[in-house]
Nanobody
């Protein structure tokens, strides 16, 4: 069983940057895709982006493409979400998730392990 722990959230001004980390314990993530999702108050959890096994392929939601970048470490124990040019609408709890397969997916049902989330607040 793998456990996921996110970190790096916080309060940032519009236009600022944050880098979220997701560290796995229990076993390495090297044979699975990983995804990032977010949930704002009163809204459903939404897809942010995902990365394939070995980091060959990445996919992003239209709302973050060009501003957010997903990467992973070579050891297969961590994934990262670099968030630039943050906007107030990016405010949410951000979750990382372990995919069921090798390819990135936008569907929450394709992920079988989730972290506890980290709060990102974009405000002046």
């Amino acid at each position: 069983q793998v456990q996921l722990v996110e970190s790096g959230g916080g309060l940032v001004q519009p236009g600022g940057s944050l880098r979220l980390s997701c560290v796995a314990s229990g076993r390495a993530l090297s044979s699975t895709a990983m995804g990032w999702f977010r949930q704002a108050p009163g809204k459903e959890r939404e897809f942010v982006g995902a990365i394939s096994w070995r980091g060959i392929t990445t996919v992003y939601a239209d709302s973050v493409r060009g501003r957010f970048t997903i990467s992973s470490d070579n050891a297969g124990h961590a994934v990262f979400l670099q968030m630039d040019d943050l906007k107030s609408e990016d405010t949410a709890v951000y979750y990382c998730a372990k995919g069921l397969g090798l390819s990135p997916s936008r569907a929450p049902s394709e992920y079988d392990a989730w972290g506890q989330g980290t709060q990102v607040t974009v405000s002046s």
